[in-house]
């Protein structure tokens, strides 16, 4: 073996194990992103994440709670496991037709409220999904 032959095969090797960690880098930060995309690295969630926060903003007596939160508790036992592309239109669906129920069980003030109280609510929860 010549000299010339030892340093390319050093260079080489280096070059190898270079490309190795670089790989291993973005192996890391794809399964990162579909952990984030996916929903298994949310964080815990506080007492202002859950649908609860949302049903205090309104202000609503103790039956209509009760009423409302069957309602999103229903909701989100059918909706519990995870999506996939097909399943969206039924999704979109369901989400109308639990809509439709609040709707008939609030007046027009509490639903207002409700609206924009779940608007921030889910606003909270999808830029907690976002990786900066």
Known sequence: ??????TKDRWLLRLFVLCLLALGFLAGAVTTRLAHIYGYMQSPMGASDSLT???????????????????????????????????????????????????GALSPEQYRRYRKAFHQWLKRRTDGLRVE
């Open 1 to 6: 073996m010549t000299m010339q032959s030892t």
């Open 53 to 103: 926060w949302v049903v205090d903003q309104v202000g609503l007596a103790a039956a209509q709670r009760a009423q409302v939160a069957n309602i999103l508790n229903e909701h989100q036992a059918v909706n519990r496991s995870r999506m996939t592309r097909q399943m969206k239109r039924q999704y979109r669906e369901q989400f109308l037709e639990t809509d439709q129920r609040l709707r």
